[in-house]
């Protein structure tokens, strides 16, 4: 088999120049979208620091644990919510040790969350 290359046909290769920088700012602007993190109008004397070379500003992380630690508690409540509302109007149904452990677990996974949260640790609440 003749390589590919040095048959001649694709002798006259370009070398293609990108500039990394513009990319992974477009890059970087497509992440924040995508998780959510908005540019809105700052406080008045506010002042941003740029996140430089790490991707994400700290405030940015920060946005990001607290909304998906509150988006995920609403999806807790909700789904708890439906679950008891269901429970109700089956009076006679029996729930198996392992879904009530797994009931209580969210409950108390919640409320871990919430009390983190109040308190400013949004690690340890995101990971509740």
């Known amino acids: 088999m003749a390589n590919f290359w040095s048959s001649g046909k694709y002798s ?3 070398r293609v120049e990108v500039d990394m920088v513009r990319t992974m700012e477009v890059f970087l602007a497509q992440l924040r979208l995508l998780f959510g993190i ?3 109008p700052l406080p008045e004397g506010a002042l941003l ?3 430089g070379n ?9 946005r990001l644990l607290w ?3 509150v988006e995920n508690v609403a999806t807790v409540s909700t789904t708890l919510t439906s679950l008891a509302q269901l429970l109700d109007k089956i009076g006679n149904i029996v729930i198996k040790d392992a879904v009530a452990s797994e009931v209580y677990h969210a409950v108390e996974s919640a409320r871990r969350a919430m009390t983190e949260l109040s308190l400013g640790r949004l690690d340890s609440a995101f990971q509740a």
């Open 67 to 69: 909304s998906r630690t």
């Open 49 to 51: 620091e740029s996140p």
């Open 38 to 40: 908005s540019s809105g």
């Open 54 to 62: 790490e991707g994400l500003a700290d405030w940015e992380l920060d």
């Open 12 to 14: 006259r290769c370009r």
